[in-house]
């Protein structure tokens, strides 16, 4: 039996000996037995027959039970366990034959180390009983001993389950006692023979010996436990007194049998002193528990003899300092001394047991505070008198006992029993006293017991103890709760002492009243004060512990007694700690009580002749009136508040309101400088002794306090410090449930009122403009004014003072029908501090100072208004309204008014304090929409273009008289705020009416700060017409389109506005009011699908009708026109009409306005005056042409208006024939907009001479711009380099306004530009079409063919236009660069520039892009002829790079840097290009051949190769400088994937050499790569956001050999486009660079990092990538007599076949599944005739060659081929390298030293000279 190591002996869950007895005793039982264990039956023993019985054991059983004896746990374990599971399946008759075996191995592992195997043991018992039931008796006596002693195992689990397995062999308890008696014999031997047992005994094993001591003591003190339980139970006297008599007889046999056992183990064990004296806790503990056993049950054992023996172990216990012992050593000395008092004689009493008592007592019993305090009076009852000094004893007990109450401070449980112990051992002593006295001495030993111990150190240490309960937080040695169990057991030993002997408590009653008076006559002494609160603190407890109770006690003999005195002390030294005391006091026992004890002993009333104990009600009340009031106000008292509050404390419910009218009455009548501060505290205290006595009080009848109250409140600063608290306090009303008011109704109305005015005084002080008009709002009928707070700080003064008394009345203010007036300044300052807020944010140190104060009071009303603003909707509706009305005047003050604060901020602080009001007083939605119409009513300057129109309760829209677009939209903006809050539908909706007008006044607005029409209104707008049901949305559009086209008929408009685009005209563009506002809601509705063709169809009817008024035009609907039909003409004819006579109506229309306009004479020959201009806009804007890729028709014509189109154009072509030609710039462009309507919907009509025309006037209107943007160009080129360098920003605004002076030459280039551009698509169309029918003509059929569209034709005339186009496009490029040479600002400008024009630039770029390189050529050449400062590439980088990007100026400046003829030498300096031109330079020296090889860029893109990655790496994901970094990596890549680019090599190198690879690391900042391994088994269309689109892109990347896809869509820059642009890059690297890319995946660190980008790779990039490479060496002809080459796609490999004569060798080049990222594998696979020396030197050099190759690998192979070539025509490889040609520049080895002859590659001899730093021969070391 054991444990594991380290586990405490024994188990404080592990029962006693007798608490297991006790425990186990069945229901009624009286006796202490085990458990109950009483039965009627007995199990049978075994006869001897059966006993000699040989049978064979089970294989199984006997083969596990061997098992049981090894020495391992394991093993045991496992066997315990296969056991247990044999038994279940086993029937009894097979178990039976192996429970003797079984019995043996039990009771050895019973005493196993382990506890698991000792628990397994008894699992597997409780299986084996389960299975052979009642066959188990012939077994049970040799089982029962150990079985019982299991009990007892010192680990509780073990000690359970063994209990388990007992109950499971006799489930009864009766059943279980019977079995304990019929095996009393064996049980005993079993236990004595363990006691005997020695640790070397235990084991015949080798076991560690620290093991077997703790297995010995385990035994032994289960054991001796076992044993005394057993003797408890047999030798119990009334066990079996119920039973019959066969029962009875067989526990009697029982008993005895015990009994003699027992005194044979007494005398074999020598009294078990060897066991008591042990040094295991464990074995002493259940020695101890064994003792008192035997001294209970057996005492008739013990001789006198063995007792002098035992005495000293037993008395001389208390030295046991072991906690887990205390118990049964208690329960041992116990017994031990109420059996044999008279052994205390037999020894020296002091020495073996007082002296270790003491000790035991100042140590806090060692711990064991729980278990020895109770114990304690019970080992007084037991202490012989004649043993001990009884005076001294006792003293040195008590003493001793309080010494050792500072080891239970630390626990309230273990104090608790001490102080209960402490009690209840006093108690004992004073009540025990005749025991150990006379009875003369009695009464000496119970005072000198009171005087030294509760006076000397109870009472002493109590005001030891700190007050505060701050001082006790920091006195370590008390806590609050110890504090009050400290009282606490004073009180009851002090009730204990009234209950014995009342007189014995006159001794601490004299003492506490002589601390009282020392502490009251020097209460400033620090000391003596804190005396005073622990005093107290003392009555409060006493009160608390015994007045509640009923104790008389506390008044007549502690308090009582002393009140007379203290009130004579009082009245001359004015002490306020007496007074104090006498509260506490009054408190304690009441008022009548405290007056008759202070007035027994004093005749201060005539009505108190002599003395009387029972005071009347009407004597008390003249007492308090005549003596107690007065002495409370005398005004020269310093203890005032101390006195009102003995005087508040003396208030009797029976007389309260008396009480109270005389207090009033004396409060009132004293105007000293500090009466406002005593009536405060007078009504304070008051109003509390009402509440808290649950008694209505009445004052409104007093007019003196009425008068004295308003008066206060009418006073001018300086206030008084308690004016304000005095005001508060007779008002009332600081909760809502203090209803008692002091004051009268109209006295509480005049004060409110002087509340209200003072607020009134310090909102008109503000420097706001909408706050001075609020106060306007707040005046009253009669204008009254404040004198004396005309400074600012005297305004927040009396403001303060007002806002003191509101915080402390406002329920009461909540009754009078001010309320709406005073809440409604509340509001006005409330929301001034807001104000303040944003005004505080732009003003200097100075400025803010002034306002601080100011600012601070508003912050405190804001927090007064938090507190209310829950109460507000619980106001009534009048109340809500006044204040509501006041309120939306207030804030339209703020919005029409405030001049302060900038439109913006004016406007979120009225939609703030609109949202204040409806969030805090509207209930429901018609509070709300009738708060909103008298908000949006009108005003003076509002609105400004239409007013609300109420018929029939609808809110229309009627067009002002005078509408002036002068206003500052201040209130439009102020409405956006609101809708952008609240939402549209509730501004919109009033009343279930809609306000069309609100609507039609926020479109004709446009534009407000922080807002405008396009971002805010209009899609809200939208959103709410097409959430309502159709009638009611077709209702409100109506009337706000009707509304729109009214005033756009009345406004018209200018002629400027007339020669807009050709297509739609942007709303933004349109300076009239309606007409803007009627186009931006059009085009919304007919986009967005909510109106279709009907509506349109309708408005274009409407204005129709209104073009002729009679015969006559209307000017005004002719000029809108045109701007309106650019809206409707796509739903008129965007959807197929099935009412032909409708569509025919439209096409009529369109017909007539044509002929009206050919009436007109040739735009050549203009006329001013006529309406020649209208018409043709007119005309033009039924055409409009539509811009997907390339400019179409938008819609179908008639043949009619086809013809009558082309007779207009070509009516301008033949009056253009004459010799004067009108360059009006509004005939320019008319004429540039018919030609592009015309070729747009006509082409196919045209002849050559239409198209000639055409073309002409295009190229002329295009040159016309190039000349202005050249001219642009040289005057930027002037100002920079020629003019002075101050001021060059603004010099080039002034040069770029040039361009605005001239913007008609841009429109007119503009409209050449479509037009070009739809006939170069004609042109292309064509060409296509005419190759596929080339194939099908003859010769004859194409020379005869007269198309007018044939290419040949116009190639010239084409090439010239788009040189031309370049030319814009170099010149724009050309003065950003130059512009930027100068500063990063000046290049900005001019980019700025073509914001405004960007339709026009994009065009440009557009036909850029799709230029020829022929065209480019020329351009570039004449461009670089023109000698500035900036050449045709540097323009290009500029657009390229430019700070204000145009989308398709960057893509077409990446397509002609990225494409011939600009390639090659877009990307280096002209001396490097001129270098690379030099075919030879090989006759140099190495060192500086290598150096003039190093080739050097452009700086325009060097400054973005060459930057750091480190520094790109912090940027943002869509920085600039990130941006112009990747996009310059791209064109290297893309010049790097052309095959024909002459550069490579070099521009490779310099990439290895200069630029740093971890620019990969910056790609991948744009995927989340923790994604990347995750998803690399979906499909593309199941990838996570990102990782699809830079998957894609790659793939793309390599697929295409090109990015172009990613730049064209890369701007405007977005995340989103980034990481496609950045996914193409990596694809194109992957494939232009794969031997720098593995490297810089070489350096990857992070493993995870590494992983996903590895997984991305070999999923997404690499299977395109290896199948591109195998195509291109299956398609390179790389194959001879001597090499051949084959490829295995499936396999991935290469097998490269080399023969020369009759040798041969194969190697395979196996490309990775993440190629490149991982290196390619070569390998020989076969080889004949050649040396292994060459093989391997060959398989090197292949390896280094596909290894190391930025490029192709079909141009890899092709290298290595050419150097197996070279080497078997005998060129001398490198020595160096090994190589006949160099693995990177591919040159052969042509340097020799003069000495020995070698030859080296210049690149390698240059490395070798760089890291040897010398210029040696690397062979024979002579000079080179």
């Known amino acids: 039996m054991g444990r594991q190591k380290g586990d405490a002996a024994r188990s404080k869950a592990r029962p006693s000996s007798s608490s297991l007895a006790a425990s186990l005793l069945p229901a009624g039982a009286t006796a202490v037995g085990f458990g109950g264990y009483v039965g009627s039956s007995s199990i049978p023993t075994a006869s001897s027959s059966d006993a000699s019985l040989i049978i064979d054991i089970d294989a199984e059983l006997a083969q596990q039970l061997k098992r049981l004896s090894r020495k391992d746990p394991t093993t045991k374990l496992k066997a315990l366990t296969t056991l247990s599971t044999l038994l279940k399946d086993k029937s009894a008759k097979d178990v039976l034959p192996a429970i003797p075996q079984w019995a043996f191995e039990y009771k050895k592992l019973l005493m196993d180390y382990n506890r698991d195997v000792r628990r397994a043991t008894h699992d597997t018992m409780a299986t084996l009983v389960t299975t052979v039931g009642r066959d188990l008796a012939p077994h049970v006596k040799s089982l029962m001993g150990p079985w019982w002693f299991s009990q007892f195992d010192p680990v509780?689990?073990?000690?359970?389950?063994?209990?388990?397995?007992?109950?499971?062999?006799?489930?009864?308890?009766?059943?279980?006692?019977?079995?304990?008696?019929?095996?009393?014999?064996?049980?005993?031997?079993?236990?004595?023979?363990?006691?005997?047992?020695?640790?070397?005994?235990?084991?015949?094993?080798?076991?560690?010996?620290?093991?077997?001591q703790e297995m010995h003591q385990q035994v032994i003190s289960s054991s001796l436990l076992a044993l005394a339980t057993f003797l408890d139970i047999l030798t119990s006297e009334k066990q079996g007194s119920e039973n019959t008599n066969s029962e009875q007889k067989k526990a009697l046999k029982a008993r005895t049998a015990a009994i003699s056992h027992a005194e044979k183990l007494l005398s074999v064990h020598k009294y078990f002193l060897v066991f008591l004296n042990s040094h295991s806790s464990a074995i002493r503990s259940a020695a101890y528990s064994l003792v008192g056993s035997c001294v209970k049950n057996i005492s008739h054992a013990l001789t006198e003899a063995n007792i002098k023996t035992l005495a000293p172990v037993i008395l001389g216990a208390l030295q046991e300092k072991d906690p887990t012992c205390h118990s049964s050593m208690w329960e041992a000395l116990l017994l031990f001394s109420r059996k044999f008092p008279e052994s205390w004689t037999t020894l020296n009493v002091h020495k073996v047991l007082v002296n270790p008592f003491w000790n035991f007592l100042r140590n806090g019993c060692f711990g064991s505070q729980q278990v020895s305090y109770p114990t304690l009076v019970l080992f007084l009852n037991c202490v012989p008198s004649k043993a001990i000094t009884v005076d001294k004893f006792f003293l040195e007990f008590f003493r001793n006992f309080w010494a050792g109450k500072v080891h239970s401070?630390?626990?309230?449980?273990?104090?608790?029993?001490?102080?209960?112990?402490?009690?209840?051992?006093?108690?004992?002593?004073?009540?025990?006293?005749?025991?150990?006295?006379?009875?003369?001495?009695?009464?000496?030993?119970?005072?000198?017991?009171?005087?030294?111990?509760?006076?000397?150190?109870?009472?002493?240490?109590?005001?030891?103890?700190?007050?505060?309960?701050?001082?006790?937080?920091?006195?370590?040695?008390?806590?609050?709760?110890?504090?009050?169990?400290?009282?606490?057991c004073i009180i009851e030993i002090l009730s204990g002492l009234f209950s014995l002997e009342p007189n014995s408590l006159s001794v601490f009653c004299h003492t506490f009243e002589e601390n009282c008076l020392e502490a009251f006559q020097q209460s400033e002494n620090v000391e003596n004060h804190e005396n005073l609160d622990k005093i107290i603190r003392f009555l409060q407890l006493v009160d608390l512990n015994s007045v509640r109770k009923g104790d008389s006690w506390p008044l007549s003999y502690l308090v009582g007694p002393m009140m007379s005195k203290l009130f004579q002390i009082v009245q001359t030294s004015d002490s306020s700690d007496i007074v104090k005391f006498m509260v506490v006091a009054v408190s304690m026992f009441g008022p009548r009580k405290i007056v008759e004890e202070i007035t027994w002993e004093q005749n201060v009333s005539a009505c108190l002749p002599e003395k009387n104990r029972d005071l009347s009600l009407n004597q008390f009340l003249q007492l308090f009136k005549d003596v107690f009031v007065p002495w409370c106000f005398k005004t020269d008292s310093s203890s005032t508040l101390t006195r009102l509050d003995f005087l508040f404390a003396l208030l009797d419910a029976e007389c309260f309101s008396d009480q109270c009218e005389s207090i009033i009455l004396h409060a009132t009548g004293n105007k000293d400088s500090n009466f406002t501060y005593v009536l405060a505290l007078v009504m304070e205290k008051m109003r509390e002794q009402s509440t808290r006595m649950k008694l209505q009080l009445n004052l409104s009848h007093h007019e003196l306090l009425d008068s004295t109250a308003v008066s206060v409140s009418r006073s001018l600063p300086p206030l008084g410090s308690s004016d304000a608290r005095f005001i508060c306090a007779a008002l009332g009303g600081v909760t809502e449930e203090d209803q008692t008011y002091f004051v009268s109704e109209n006295a509480s109305i005049s004060i409110f009122e002087e509340i209200f005015l003072k607020l009134r005084s310090f909102i008109g002080s503000s420097d706001f403009t909408w706050v001075k008009g609020a106060?306007?709002?707040?005046?009253?009928?009669?204008?009254?004014?404040?004198?004396?707070?005309?400074?600012?700080?005297?305004?927040?003064?009396?403001?303060?003072?007002?806002?003191?008394?509101?915080?402390?009345?406002?329920?009461?203010?909540?009754?009078?029908?001010?309320?709406?007036?005073?809440?409604?300044?509340?509001?006005?300052?409330?929301?001034?501090?807001?104000?303040?807020?944003?005004?505080?944010?732009?003003?200097?140190?100075?400025?803010?100072?002034?306002?601080?104060?100011?600012?601070?009071?508003?912050?405190?009303?804001?927090?007064?208004?938090?507190?209310?603003?829950?109460?507000?909707?619980?106001?009534?509706?009048?109340?809500?309204?006044?204040?509501?009305?006041?309120?939306?005047?207030?804030?339209?003050?703020?919005?029409?008014?405030?001049?302060?604060?900038?439109?913006?901020?004016?406007?979120?602080?009225?939609?703030?304090?609109?949202?204040?009001?409806?969030?805090?007083?509207?209930?429901?939605?018609?509070?709300?929409?009738?708060?909103?119409?008298?908000?949006?009513?009108?005003?003076?300057?509002?609105?400004?273009w239409v007013t609300p129109d109420i018929k029939d309760a609808q809110r229309s829209a009627t067009l002002k008289n005078e509408s002036s677009a002068s206003g500052d939209h201040r209130v439009a903006a102020f409405v956006d705020k609101i809708i952008s809050k609240v939402g549209i539908a509730r501004v919109m909706t009033s009343h279930c009416h809609h306000r069309a007008w609100l609507a039609t006044e926020m479109l004709c607005t446009w534009k407000w700060p922080g807002g405008s029409v396009l971002t805010s209104f209009l899609p809200s707008f939208i959103q709410y017409t097409t959430g309502q049901d159709s009638v009611s949305s077709d209702d409100l559009l109506d009337t706000v389109v009707n509304a729109l086209i009214d005033g756009a008929l009345v406004e018209g408009l200018n002629s400027e506005m007339r020669s807009l685009s050709i297509n739609l005209v942007p709303p933004e563009s349109i300076e009239q009011v309606f007409l803007r506002a009627l186009v931006s809601l059009l085009s919304t509705l007919f986009e967005d699908n909510i109106w279709g063709r009907n509506k349109a169809l309708k408005i274009f009817n409407l204005l129709v009708d209104r073009l002729f008024v009679g015969e006559a035009v209307n000017s005004n609907c002719l000029k809108i026109l045109p701007v309106v039909m650019s809206v409707l003409i796509g739903p008129l004819f965007g959807d197929e009409v099935n009412d032909a006579s409708k569509r025919d109506d439209i096409h009529d229309v369109i017909e007539r306005w044509l002929q009206r306009t050919l009436s007109f004479p040739p735009l050549n020959t203009w006329l001013s005056g006529q309406d020649m201009e209208d018409w043709y806009h007119l005309v033009v804007s039924c055409y409009p042409l539509k811009r997907m890729k390339l400019f179409k028709p938008q819609r179908h014509i008639t043949i009619v208006e086809r013809s009558l189109l082309l007779e207009l154009l070509r009516k301008q072509r033949l009056a253009s024939t004459s010799a004067t030609v009108n360059e009006l710039s509004v005939v320019q462009t008319l004429l540039s907009k018919l030609t592009v309507v015309t070729v747009g919907y006509?082409?196919?009509?045209?002849?050559?001479?239409?198209?000639?025309?055409?073309?002409?006037?295009?190229?002329?209107?295009?040159?016309?711009?190039?000349?202005?943007?050249?001219?642009?160009?040289?005057?930027?080129?002037?100002?920079?380099?020629?003019?002075?360098?101050?001021?060059?920003?603004?010099?080039?605004?002034?040069?770029?306004?040039?361009?605005?002076?001239?913007?008609?030459?841009?429109?007119?280039?503009?409209?050449?530009?479509?037009?070009?551009?739809?006939?170069?698509?004609?042109?292309?169309?064509?060409?296509?079409?005419?190759?596929?029918?080339?194939?099908?003509?003859?010769?004859?059929?194409?020379?005869?063919?007269?198309?007018?569209?044939?290419?040949?034709?116009?190639?010239?005339?084409?090439?010239?236009?788009?040189?031309?186009?370049?030319?814009?496009?170099?010149?724009?490029?050309?003065?950003?660069?130059?512009?930027?040479?100068?500063?990063?600002?000046?290049?900005?400008?001019?980019?700025s520039s073509r914001l405004g024009e960007s339709e026009f630039w994009e065009l440009v770029s557009s036909s850029a892009a799709e230029s020829s390189s022929h065209a480019r050529e020329r351009a570039m050449k004449s461009f670089d002829l023109w000698g500035l400062s900036k050449g045709a590439v540097s323009s290009l980088y500029a657009i390229l790079f430019s700070s204000k990007p145009v989308a398709l100026m960057q893509y077409a400046a990446y397509v002609i840097l990225s494409s011939e003829p600009v390639a090659d030498s877009a990307f280096f300096t002209q001396e490097t290009a001129s270098f690379l031109n030099e075919s030879e330079i090989d006759d140099k020296d190495p060192i500086s051949s290598s150096l003039d090889s190093k080739i050097q860029l452009r700086e325009e893109i060097s400054v973005f190769l060459e930057k750091s990655p480190f520094e790109i790496i912090e940027l943002d994901l869509v920085a600039p400088d990130r941006v112009h970094v990747f996009v310059t990596w791209s064109l290297i890549s893309h010049l790097l994937a052309s095959p024909s680019s002459t550069t490579k090599e070099k521009l490779i190198q310099h990439i290895k050499d200069s630029c740093n690879p971890m620019i990969l690391d910056c790609i991948f900042q744009h995927i989340p790569l923790e994604l990347c391994a995750a998803s690399v088994k979906k499909k593309l269309s199941q990838l996570p956001p990102g990782i699809s689109e830079f998957a894609q892109s790659a793939t793309r990347a390599i697929t295409n050999n090109s990015v172009l896809f990613a730049v064209e869509s890369l701007w405007p820059i977005g995340p989103d486009r980034m990481t496609s642009f950045t996914g193409a890059m990596y694809g194109l690297m992957l494939k232009t660079l794969p031997a720098y890319v593995r490297e810089w995946f070489n350096d990857v660190r992070d493993h995870t990092s590494s992983s996903a980008i590895e997984s991305f790779t070999r999923t997404w990039c690499s299977p395109p990538l290896i199948a591109d490479e195998l195509s291109?060496?299956?398609?390179?002809?790389?194959?001879?007599?001597?090499?051949?080459?084959?490829?295995?796609?499936?396999?991935?490999?290469?097998?490269?076949?080399?023969?020369?004569?009759?040798?041969?060798?194969?190697?395979?080049?196996?490309?990775?599944?993440?190629?490149?990222?991982?290196?390619?594998?070569?390998?020989?696979?076969?080889?004949?005739?050649?040396?292994?020396?060459?093989?391997?030197?060959?398989?090197?050099?292949?390896m280094s060659f596909v290894r190391n190759q930025n490029g192709a690998l079909a141009e890899a192979i092709r290298i290595w081929k050419n150097n197996f070539d070279k080497e078997f025509e005998g060129v001398e490889e490198c020595p160096i390298c090994y190589s006949v040609i160099h693995t990177s520049n591919h040159s052969l080895p042509r340097r020799a030293c003069r000495t020995c002859k070698h030859k080296f590659h210049s690149a390698c001899l240059y490395k070798w000279f760089l890291t040897s730093n010398k210029s040696n021969c690397p062979l024979c070391q002579s000079p080179f």
Request: aromatic share 8%.
């Open 156 to 212: 509780y689990e073990v000690s359970q389950v063994a209990k388990r397995s007992l109950e499971a062999a006799f489930p009864a308890q009766e059943k279980r006692l019977d079995a304990l008696m019929l095996c009393t014999d064996e049980v005993f031997m079993y236990l004595g023979d363990n006691l005997k047992l020695t640790p070397q005994s235990m084991s015949d094993k080798a076991v560690a010996l620290d093991e077997l």
């Open 1242 to 1391: 006509c082409w196919n009509d045209f002849n050559q001479d239409d198209w000639e025309y055409i073309l002409y006037k295009s190229r002329y209107w295009i040159e016309s711009a190039v000349v202005l943007m050249e001219e642009v160009a040289e005057a930027v080129n002037d100002t920079i380099t020629h003019g002075p360098t101050s001021d060059i920003p603004e010099k080039l605004q002034v040069t770029l306004l040039g361009l605005d002076s001239n913007s008609s030459a841009l429109k007119l280039a503009k409209h050449a530009l479509i037009t070009f551009s739809m006939f170069y698509a004609l042109i292309a169309q064509d060409t296509v079409e005419t190759e596929t029918k080339t194939k099908t003509k003859t010769e004859n059929e194409i020379e005869n063919d007269q198309h007018p569209l044939r290419s040949e034709k116009w190639d010239p005339v084409k090439d010239k236009i788009l040189q031309g186009v370049l030319r814009l496009f170099f010149s724009t490029g050309a003065a950003e660069a130059i512009a930027g040479s100068y500063s990063l600002m000046a290049g900005s400008v001019v980019a």
């Open 409 to 488: 401070q630390s626990s309230n449980a273990d104090l608790s029993a001490f102080f209960k112990s402490y009690r209840e051992c006093f108690i004992w002593t004073l009540q025990s006293a005749q025991r150990y006295c006379g009875v003369e001495a009695i009464d000496k030993f119970r005072c000198t017991i009171v005087d030294e111990v509760l006076l000397k150190l109870m009472w002493h240490d109590y005001l030891l103890v700190p007050s505060s309960e701050d001082k006790l937080k920091k006195y370590d040695k008390y806590q609050v709760d110890n504090v009050q169990e400290f009282g606490k």
């Open 1672 to 1742: 291109q060496i299956k398609k390179a002809d790389l194959s001879d007599e001597n090499f051949s080459v084959s490829v295995s796609k499936s396999a991935n490999e290469v097998v490269a076949t080399c023969t020369k004569d009759e040798s041969n060798m194969d190697l395979v080049v196996r490309l990775p599944a993440s190629y490149p990222l991982r290196p390619v594998d070569v390998e020989c696979t076969r080889s004949l005739g050649i040396s292994e020396v060459k093989q391997r030197k060959w398989l090197l050099s292949m």
């Open 775 to 944: 106060n306007e709002l707040l005046n009253s009928e009669e204008e009254i004014t404040i004198t004396g707070c005309e400074s600012s700080t005297r305004a927040i003064e009396i403001a303060s003072f007002a806002m003191e008394v509101l915080n402390g009345s406002f329920f009461r203010l909540k009754t009078l029908a001010l309320l709406p007036q005073v809440l409604a300044a509340l509001f006005v300052i409330d929301w001034e501090h807001n104000s303040l807020e944003v005004l505080c944010e732009g003003l200097d140190d100075v400025a803010h100072a002034k306002l601080m104060d100011r600012f601070h009071f508003c912050k405190s009303v804001h927090s007064f208004r938090g507190k209310i603003n829950k109460l507000l909707k619980t106001f009534n509706l009048d109340c809500r309204r006044k204040l509501s009305s006041i309120l939306v005047q207030t804030i339209r003050c703020v919005v029409f008014n405030e001049d302060t604060l900038d439109i913006e901020t004016v406007s979120s602080l009225g939609c703030i304090y609109f949202m204040d009001v409806v969030d805090n007083l509207c209930e429901g939605p018609v509070e709300e929409q009738t708060l909103l119409d008298e908000l949006l009513n009108t005003g003076d300057s509002w609105p400004l």
